[in-house]
């Protein structure tokens, strides 16, 4: 599998990109086009078992571990949320459960959005990086007990 | 012209239409959930904390004395204001909400049977529902619920069908909260009574805009929420007709609604305060007397036709949106306009309007089995007050449009 780079590069890089908009439209629509690129998620995923509670919409999501690292499939039905769950896994995906779990992922304070994207419960970010959390948790358990 | 409004000086009233958001002029289209309040109600709470806190009806010291004068008269002003028969049938409660759960609780547990129905709307809030579904699965009642149409209105002739000998009680709301529409309570009122049910008016969104007769209604309970009408949060008006409330056993024990307490039994005080159990919230009961002045001083048709107007506008200019739905765009209804637009979730929108000063609340509106009912994962929903003007519904249309581009 290829090697990411660690969390807080990619962080950095994502709070780059974010600096190159001065008005809230650039920066909403370039989070929008992140969602756009998500890549799907089989409908199979699409059931009550990985839906994520605590979101005015849907979100689901997978995780699987391949070669001692996490990988995030997700999805959902509104676009903004969307957008946040693709930069979530451009940041989590592909690391191991140990990084994960200590992420302190500083990175959403600093693309200058925060007034939404942290503090309202609606939009659920909270309850995607919990799930992303515990499911990394659930591996590290698995790994450790096998 | 006979009852116009001067919507300027109105808003002069409320402090925080001043205020910016996301630095833009604040539109504040989300009155449903609650409106703002008016310099006089901040005053009142303010006055009260200054000028005569004190423990209400026990007393004996001029401070309690002026604070229990000033609690009671608003409780004369509330009874004038749904023109209640007496003040005894005016319980003070923290909201619509708690005063359901008091009639589901004390008046449900006094009288439901096993078998006995209650029959609710797919309209409800979940105020109106959870209470309910709470007392009947202890004493073994049913809930019928009686169905809409594709528009949300309600089938009467099916609520009829569904009235039998075994309905205790029909509660059901006045005015939808998620679509605006007004149900025919008199109709459902006369039809309940004549197979000796009784029935529960859920006001907490119609008491701001419709004129409110509990004795013409012919209602057994109303129940409102002060918040909703220009009045603080925390505060609910209860209404009850006399005899059932007299025979109905108290909610909750504690100080003010007992006579006398020994430890070989206790007995209960008088109506109100038998449902008023431990300190009230004081301060927002007498501010909620400047609120409903305020509601009478303007006159509510005047408010009505005002906020028709802006109804009927806002419509009609969203539907120049393309994609736009109204959903429960049927006449007969109050302030609401609640939409959905073609492959976009609600939730995209109320963000993307947040960020252009536009508040508007999105979601189920707390009624999931309408929402289920109308095949919708939410909608959007703009609620409008006598303060909002058609510049605001403009500010709206333009943010939508600009939402509407950004994500399509």
């Not at chain 2, 129905?117 to 004493?139: G, R």
């Not at chain 2, 009624?367 to 289920?372: A, G, I, R, S, Y």
């Not at chain 2, 409008?384 to 509407?404: C, M, Q, S």
Request: hydrophobic share 40%.
């Amino acid at each position: 599998m290829e090697q990411r780079p660690p969390i807080p590069q990619i962080e950095d890089e994502i709070v780059e990109e974010f600096e190159l908009f001065d008005n809230w439209e650039d920066k909403y629509e370039y989070l929008i086009d992140m969602g756009k690129k998500l890549p799907p998620l089989d409908n199979m995923h699409k059931d009550d078992e990985h839906r994520i509670r605590g979101c005015q919409s849907t979100v689901w999501m997978v995780s699987e571990l391949r070669d001692g690292q996490i990988v995030y499939h997700a999805d959902s039905d509104a676009m903004i949320v969307k957008g946040l769950i693709s930069m979530l896994i451009r940041v989590l995906s592909g690391q191991t459960p140990q990084d994960i779990i200590q992420a302190d992922l500083g990175f959403i304070d600093r693309i200058g959005m925060t007034s939404h994207l942290a503090q309202t419960r609606s939009n659920g970010l909270r309850a995607m990086i919990k799930q992303m959390k515990l499911d990394a948790t659930a591996w590290q358990l698995k790994a450790n007990a096998s | 012209m006979e009852g116009r409004l001067d919507i300027e000086a109105v808003r002069g009233q409320f402090p925080i239409l001043g205020r910016s958001v996301k630095g833009r002029a604040l539109v504040y289209l989300d009155n449903a959930a609650t409106t703002q309040k008016p310099q006089s109600v901040i005053d009142a709470i303010t006055g009260y904390y200054a000028g005569y806190n004190a423990n209400i009806h026990r007393g004996i010291h001029t401070l309690a004395e002026e604070a229990t004068a000033a609690f009671e008269t608003t409780r004369e002003t509330a009874r004038a204001f749904i023109n209640a028969a007496s003040t005894d049938e005016i319980i003070f409660t923290r909201g619509t909400t708690e005063g359901i759960n008091l009639v589901a609780s004390s008046w449900g547990r006094a009288n439901l049977q096993p078998g006995d129905e209650i029959i609710l709307s797919t309209l409800e809030h979940h105020s109106n529902i959870v209470p309910w579904q709470m007392i009947a699965a202890e004493k073994g009642a049913v809930i019928k619920v009686v169905p809409i149409d594709d528009n949300g209105v309600f089938q009467f002739d099916a609520f009829e069908k569904l009235l039998s000998g075994r309905t205790r009680i029909v509660s059901i709301v006045h005015v939808s909260n998620a679509l605006g529409l007004i149900h025919p309570v008199e109709a459902v009122i006369r039809a309940a009574h004549a197979k000796g049910a009784l029935v529960l008016v859920d006001g907490a969104q119609s008491t701001v805009h419709l004129d409110i007769d509990v004795q013409s209604l012919d209602c057994d309970f109303f129940a409102c929420s002060a918040h909703k009408c220009y009045g603080p949060t925390g505060v609910g008006i209860l209404y009850g007709k006399r005899s059932l409330l007299e025979d109905m056993p108290p909610y909750q024990g504690g100080g003010e609604m007992i006579r006398e307490v020994s430890f070989r039994g206790t007995t209960y005080n008088d109506l109100p305060y038998k449902f008023e159990a431990g300190t009230p919230n004081i301060a927002d009961v007498v501010a909620t007397r400047a609120a409903l002045d305020f509601m009478t001083g303007l006159g509510k048709s005047a408010m009505r036709a005002h906020e028709d107007k802006l109804v009927s506008y806002a419509s009609d200019r969203m539907r120049e949106i393309p994609g736009l739905r109204i959903i429960g765009d049927v006449p007969g209804k109050v302030s609401v306009v609640s939409f959905v637009i073609e492959g976009i979730h609600p939730q995209d929108i109320g963000i993307l309007l947040d960020n252009q000063g536009v508040a508007i609340r999105t979601g189920h509106h707390c009624t999931q089995p309408l929402m289920e009912r109308l095949g919708l994962p939410g909608t959007n929903r703009a609620s409008f007050a006598v303060y909002n003007t058609r510049g605001e519904v403009d500010a709206l249309v333009t943010a939508l449009e600009k939402a509407r581009k950004m994500l399509s």
